[in-house]
């Protein structure tokens, strides 16, 4: 009963000042609005681990952040090989270039077009257990040397640039001066290892080169089902010392100011390494802006206070236990 | 004045003091308070302003607490209870009724009289509303249960008032200048009611300006410059002993 004379004593205030009830809920519901809309974003682009299709956490691997130029930076695919060599916990890596790829003679329309491409090994597809929308994805076998040049198409371009035409695919197109089949289309905001219109194998020397040399690739991996990230950050400390060591003077610019070379760290945060910053920041003015609309309801419910003490008085006589 | 306890007593002070400090003023609003009601008592107590009747009525009601002395209700000492525990005896054991009725404007009639029921906790929704219901019917207000306060008389107010008090079926109900807000119509109602409740066993203790109102309690207390002066059976007494 006393619920429910509670909930009615309620509404009859809400309702005697309608524009101050107004006021209250639009400012919370402005505050907390905005705070729960940046946290989901943030927790979707920032917080949660990045796991694809699998429940298996993905990790990036590449040398140290340039804190100089606030960017990232590519490793030898030498050396990632030698991670993936000498630290058995790993289960798969694949390696990544950003670039963009020019596309002649496309039927109907007229000139070059450039698009921006992922030159990626041959496992990225299945790295993030998405299948093509359309066609096959890549082979082992298309990144061999020799192999016919493929391409994959992404959902934007196919709809936009080749009108959703299914023949599209085991078509040969005009890439980078060469011609290439489209093995297939990726299904709509696929976006791995980074956003891309079209994905192209790298050179078949990025996979397995046998000395070091000027060509630099960003790693993505996976460990071993049940492996601890800490695990194999441990194994990486130990690797680490050992390929800085073998590094020769001609390539001593890989390493950071402070001597140091690869890092390994959750895909995700690898992506946002450059914006994080901007994100908390973000995240902490409108967590400001919600204690902001909590102080304004604040000095709002105390003003009504004023008017209420009495009420308050006549209730502790009665006996009031302090937990209502 | 006796400062021996009354075992049999249903309010027994004994030595009651009251200081106040503002700043570096001290106050002593209590001097030396001794004082028994007994059960089904009908005290009233006047004074001249300031003179302590209200600070006197605040310590009966648990609403403050006495700088030194002892103060035992119902057999049980609360001279120094905890502020819940002090909240959850004056819902139980204490009714008030105060000059300016203060029921609360939002809430219906029967909710005002239900709301130190809710206080509770150990009571149904049907006993609540059963009380609600006799305490009403009590001060013949019952017609009036959906009403908010606004559309009631000054003493339809005040009989709602004590129909809130008496809901809880306290040990004693603490009057405060009851009828100090109305006219003279409406306070003759008033003061029959509490004669009414008096005679069917209530215990009252009523402050009171009005020497009329005082003379219908049975035992009559003057409180000046903090200290009982004077402690009379009245007529009204003596007739009810005849």
């Given at each position: 009963?006393?619920?429910?004379?509670?909930?009615?004593?309620?509404?009859?205030?809400?309702?005697?000042?309608?524009?101050?009830?107004?006021?209250?809920?639009?400012?919370?519901?402005?505050?907390?609005?905005?705070?729960?809309?940046?946290?989901?974003?943030?927790?979707?682009?920032?917080?949660?681990?990045?796991?694809?299709?699998?429940?298996?956490?993905?990790?990036?691997?590449?040398?140290?952040?340039?804190?100089?130029?606030?960017?990232?930076?590519?490793?030898?695919?030498?050396?990632?090989?030698?991670?993936?060599?000498?630290?058995?916990?790993?289960?798969?890596?694949?390696?990544?270039?950003?670039?963009?790829?020019?596309f002649q003679d496309i039927e109907g329309k007229s000139g070059t077009v450039k698009f921006n491409a992922s030159y990626v090994s041959w496992n990225v597809f299945e790295f993030s257990s998405t299948p093509p929308m359309l066609g096959r994805g890549f082979r082992e076998s298309d990144q061999q040397k020799g192999a016919e040049p493929v391409v994959m198409l992404s959902y934007d371009i196919w709809r936009d640039y080749f009108d959703a035409n299914e023949q599209v695919v085991n078509s040969l197109l005009t890439v980078e001066g060469e011609k290439m089949r489209v093995v297939g289309v990726m299904p709509q905001g696929y976006a791995f290892p980074m956003v891309a219109q079209a994905w192209l194998l790298l050179p078949p020397?990025?996979?397995?080169?046998?000395?070091?040399?000027?060509?630099?690739?960003?790693?993505?991996?996976?460990?071993?089902?049940?492996?601890?990230?800490?695990?194999?950050?441990?194994?990486?400390?130990?690797?680490?010392?050992?390929?800085?060591?073998?590094?020769?003077?001609?390539?001593?610019?890989?390493?950071?100011?402070?001597?140091?070379?690869?890092?390994?760290?959750?895909?995700?945060?690898?992506?946002?390494?450059?914006?994080?910053?901007?994100?908390?920041?973000?995240?902490?003015?409108?967590?400001?802006?919600?204690?902001?609309?909590?102080?304004?309801?604040?000095?709002?419910?105390?003003?009504?206070?004023?008017?209420?003490?009495?009420?308050?008085?006549?209730?502790?006589?009665?006996?009031?236990?302090?937990?209502? | 004045?006796?400062?021996?306890?009354?075992?049999?007593?249903?309010?027994?002070?004994?030595?009651?003091?009251?200081?106040?400090?503002?700043?570096?003023?001290?106050?002593?609003?209590?001097?030396?308070?001794?004082?028994?009601?007994?059960?089904?008592?009908?005290?009233?107590?006047?004074?001249?302003?300031?003179?302590?009747?209200?600070?006197?009525?605040?310590?009966?009601?648990?609403?403050?607490?006495?700088?030194?002395?002892?103060?035992?209700?119902?057999?049980?000492?609360?001279?120094?209870?905890?502020?819940?525990?002090?909240?959850?005896?004056?819902?139980?054991?204490?009714?008030?009724?105060?000059?300016?009725?203060?029921?609360?404007?939002?809430?219906?009639?029967?909710?005002?009289?239900?709301?130190?029921?809710?206080?509770?906790?150990?009571?149904?929704?049907?006993?609540?509303?059963?009380?609600?219901?006799?305490?009403?019917?009590?001060?013949?207000?019952?017609?009036?249960?959906?009403?908010?306060?606004?559309?009631?008389?000054?003493?339809?107010?005040?009989?709602?008032?004590?129909?809130?008090?008496?809901?809880?079926?306290?040990?004693?109900?603490?009057?405060?200048?009851?009828?100090?807000?109305?006219?003279?119509?409406?306070?003759?109602?008033?003061?029959?009611?509490?004669?009414?409740?008096?005679?069917?066993?209530?215990?009252?203790?009523?402050?009171?300006?009005?020497?009329?109102?005082?003379?219908?309690?049975?035992?009559?207390?003057?409180?000046?410059?903090?200290?009982?002066?004077?402690?009379?059976?009245?007529?009204?007494?003596?007739?009810?002993?005849?």
């Amino acid at each position: 009963m006393s619920f429910w004379i509670d909930i009615k004593y309620a509404a009859r205030l809400l309702l005697k000042k309608p524009l101050f009830a107004l006021t209250s809920i639009l400012i919370v519901a402005v505050g907390l609005g905005l705070t729960v809309y940046t946290y989901s974003m943030l927790n979707s682009l920032v917080f949660k681990p990045m796991t694809l299709n699998g429940d298996v956490p993905i990790y990036a691997i590449e040398a140290e952040y340039d804190h100089n130029h606030l960017s990232r930076r590519p490793a030898d695919p030498f050396d990632l090989n030698r991670v993936k060599r000498d630290i058995d916990v790993v289960d798969d890596i694949g390696f990544y270039q950003d670039g963009t790829a020019l596309f002649q003679d496309i039927e109907g329309k007229s000139g070059t077009v450039k698009f921006n491409a992922s030159y990626v090994s041959w496992n990225v597809f299945e790295f993030s257990s998405t299948p093509p929308m359309l066609g096959r994805g890549f082979r082992e076998s298309d990144q061999q040397k020799g192999a016919e040049p493929v391409v994959m198409l992404s959902y934007d371009i196919w709809r936009d640039y080749f009108d959703a035409n299914e023949q599209v695919v085991n078509s040969l197109l005009t890439v980078e001066g060469e011609k290439m089949r489209v093995v297939g289309v990726m299904p709509q905001g696929y976006a791995f290892p980074m956003v891309a219109q079209a994905w192209l194998l790298l050179p078949p020397e990025f996979l397995a080169p046998v000395e070091r040399g000027n060509q630099s690739v960003f790693g993505f991996m996976k460990l071993k089902s049940g492996v601890e990230f800490s695990e194999f950050e441990r194994e990486l400390d130990r690797v680490n010392p050992l390929i800085i060591q073998d590094i020769p003077e001609e390539f001593i610019w890989r390493l950071s100011d402070n001597g140091s070379y690869l890092r390994a760290l959750d895909y995700k945060e690898a992506s946002i390494t450059q914006y994080y910053s901007i994100f908390i920041a973000m995240f902490i003015v409108v967590f400001l802006i919600l204690i902001l609309a909590c102080i304004n309801i604040g000095n709002l419910l105390l003003a009504r206070v004023n008017e209420r003490i009495k009420e308050v008085a006549i209730r502790v006589a009665l006996g009031i236990p302090r937990t209502r | 004045m006796s400062t021996e306890k009354n075992e049999k007593a249903l309010v027994n002070l004994v030595d009651i003091n009251k200081i106040f400090y503002t700043d570096e003023v001290e106050t002593q609003a209590l001097n030396g308070i001794n004082l028994s009601i007994n059960k089904g008592e009908y005290l009233s107590i006047s004074g001249p302003s300031g003179c302590g009747k209200s600070t006197l009525l605040s310590l009966l009601g648990l609403l403050d607490t006495s700088s030194n002395g002892q103060y035992s209700l119902a057999g049980h000492d609360v001279s120094d209870l905890s502020r819940d525990e002090r909240a959850r005896i004056r819902n139980k054991e204490i009714g008030f009724v105060f000059q300016s009725f203060n029921l609360i404007s939002d809430l219906s009639v029967e909710e005002n009289v239900a709301l130190p029921l809710t206080y509770r906790g150990d009571l149904t929704a049907s006993d609540i509303q059963q009380r609600v219901t006799e305490s009403l019917e009590k001060v013949e207000m019952a017609h009036r249960g959906s009403h908010f306060p606004s559309q009631l008389s000054g003493g339809q107010q005040q009989r709602v008032a004590i129909a809130r008090a008496l809901a809880g079926t306290p040990s004693i109900i603490l009057a405060d200048e009851p009828t100090g807000n109305l006219d003279s119509k409406n306070a003759q109602i008033v003061m029959n009611l509490l004669d009414k409740l008096h005679q069917e066993g209530v215990t009252i203790c009523m402050v009171t300006h009005d020497p009329a109102s005082a003379a219908r309690a049975s035992r009559m207390i003057e409180v000046f410059d903090g200290t009982i002066v004077a402690d009379k059976a009245t007529a009204s007494a003596s007739a009810i002993a005849v």
